[in-house]
């Protein structure tokens, strides 16, 4: 048996954080390690796990510069690539890559912690991140069967749901971080609830079901063993179909967290969670959801004003009671939520006239039955983004982008194109549909809009596709 020093050497994290093997007890409520071998306390590294964290590290090498401090000081980020993949270390290589390529621009995490998400998104959102569990993980909680699904898909673009969700997901991960270190005990996960009462087949909206799984299915790839346990309270009738949708979607180790609660909500959630954490409604005596989604959107600016950006975690650490409330108006943000969960009804028809199309300036591409229309665009620097956003008329559109040898258009008629975005149905008739992509090599960029599955009804696009610096653009449209 190890002692608990030799255990320290093997989770301290990249940067051999002295600190944090020293202070951290890696223990949980009881001491035990989960039946799903989920890295807690009393979980032991054997000899076959030590040679695959050596093995880990090895083979990432100088990628682990481009993680961000915090991340090095981790002392679980290795085990946790490793955990999600049941320790086979080149795909938990694989999926360090990829998070880390992911988490580049847009999606980098300091830049999503600056950002402030769109009024429209905060207030109409069905949940929010309240309260700490017995283990001391925050709490986040969805009410699904609650939602206007058809009204919260048309209130963002799918970047804008993308870059909310991811959001999301980095509060929840610097508000784990901040407990370890406040606590001096491992808190590197969060619990979900999910409520499902109220849902049926007319509440449920596939366009909105389908972006979910897509988010989500990304977010499992970038955010390693990011959730403790994930608790489903009131399940309907239509529970299994549902869950038979989105299991292909879900990785295995993801499955095995679910709790599905079919009797009594409090008693399962008392069971994981405070009392003083557990909404009214719930038989607990936190303050019940807030209908209006105010708190979160006043939360939000209150905070926003206050400061740029979220402080560092060492930042926070060190910071005294009065400067935390004082210099970025904390409070009892992280431990308790950004503010009371928000349970909206039906979304007013007046707040989707902000992700309107606005049709001024835009190209028009008629596609016709069983057909599709391409876009070409010459780059001819690399690095430059190609962006485009659009809609389109009498029903949803297949959508694609590939990148070509110069001097072809259609990507049938070219040997080997290389797909950048799958074909992929998007529902552009609802809401419009939005995105870019730096492009690594000059060439040719063709954009695929495709009708061919539908014999009866033609499409027509309206989009604005641009690339920067590349002004004009030489661009041919071709139906089939």
Known sequence: RRTSESVAVYRKGWNGAAQAAADIVMADADGNADKHGLWHVGDELDGLKEEAV???????????????????????????????????VDK????????????????????LLQWTPPERLLRYQPGGMFG???????????LAGRADFRGVYRLGTKKEHSLFRHWQLNLLIRNSRIQTKMTGKYVGQSTLIIDLDGLGWSTMYLPMLRLFNEINQTAQMVYPDVLRRIIIINPPG??????????????????????VVSGDAYAALKEHIPNEYIPKM???????????????????AEQ????????TEREFVQATATERQGKWTWNDALVNGLAPIVIPGKIPEEEFAAVAFDPEGAETVSVGAGAAAY?????????QLLSWEFISENGDIGFQLSFAPSGTDVPEKTAGPVVIVPLEKVASHVVPEAGQHECAKPGTYVIAFDNKDSWVSSRKVLHRIRVEAEVPLPTKVVSL
């Open 238 to 259: 239509i529970f299994s179909a549902i869950f038979a949708m989105c299991k292909p979607f879900l990785m295995q180790r993801l499955i095995d967290k679910i709790i």
């Open 304 to 311: 926003t004003a206050a400061r740029c950006a979220f402080p």
């Open 282 to 300: 719930y038989g607990g005596e936190a303050p019940d959801p807030d209908p209006s989604g105010n708190a979160i959107v006043t939360r939000v």
């Open 375 to 383: 876009v070409t665009l010459v780059v001819k620097t690399a690095g």
């Open 132 to 142: 700490v569990d017995k283990e001391g993980h925050p709490v986040s909680w969805l």
């Open 54 to 88: 050596a093995a880990f590290r090895l083979s990432v090498g100088e990628w682990r510069a481009k993680l961000d401090e915090d991340e090095k000081d981790d002392p679980m980020i290795v085990q946790k690539y490793l955990n999600a993949r049941q320790w086979k």
């Open 92 to 111: 938990a290589v694989e999926m360090f890559k990829f998070s880390v390529n992911f988490r580049q621009g847009e999606y980098a995490t300091d830049r």
